[in-house]
């Protein structure tokens, strides 16, 4: 199943008033809108990264030497990624909410990893392709995996 806006699981014993109306039957959707442009003016770096959340898999992801970037968490195919939105002051808050909405919208519409089309774009190689090194490692295994033992099969795939 495909969710690209990050949900937590709706308890019968919950309390909370409203479902959310764009997350799946059963979710809630959680907060949103949780920074503004002053309070990511005043952070200042630490001797280590900070994530300064924003909600929906939105964040700004502070660096120890003071540079600030964009980011936006998301899952496909189960696995979880994380995509750059820009660079703040560049990107304005806004402009990333917007940006993460519009790969939230395409990831929902098309199904196709964002990140797969960002690289295929810049290749000009189809999305396909440029999961192409699985590709050919299922087709090593599939010749492989007749001379070895059932475990060591299943192990390396």
């Not at 939105?58 to 936006?72: A, C, P, S, V």
């Not at 806004?94 to 519409?109: E, G, M």
Request: aromatic content about 6%; glycine content about 6%.
């Amino acid at each position: 199943m495909l969710h690209a806006v990050p949900c937590i699981l709706k308890s019968p014993s919950s309390n909370l008033a409203s479902n959310a109306a764009d997350a799946p039957p059963g979710y809630w959707k959680m907060a949103s809108n949780l920074l503004t442009d002053a309070a990511l003016r005043r952070a200042k770096p630490s001797d280590k990264l900070q994530r300064l959340r924003d909600g929906d898999g939105l964040y700004l992801l502070l660096r120890t030497d003071g540079k600030r970037w964009w980011r936006f968490d998301y899952r496909h195919e189960g696995k979880g990624k994380a995509l750059s939105v820009g660079a703040y002051p560049d990107v304005t808050l806004s402009r990333a909410r917007q940006r993460a909405a519009d790969i939230r919208q395409q990831l929902l519409r098309t199904g196709i990893d964002p990140s797969a089309a960002r690289k295929a774009k810049v290749t000009g190689a189809p999305v396909d392709v440029v999961d192409a090194f699985e590709v050919i490692a299922r087709e090593w295994h599939a010749r492989r995996a007749p001379s070895l033992s059932s475990n060591t099969a299943a192990n390396i795939l």
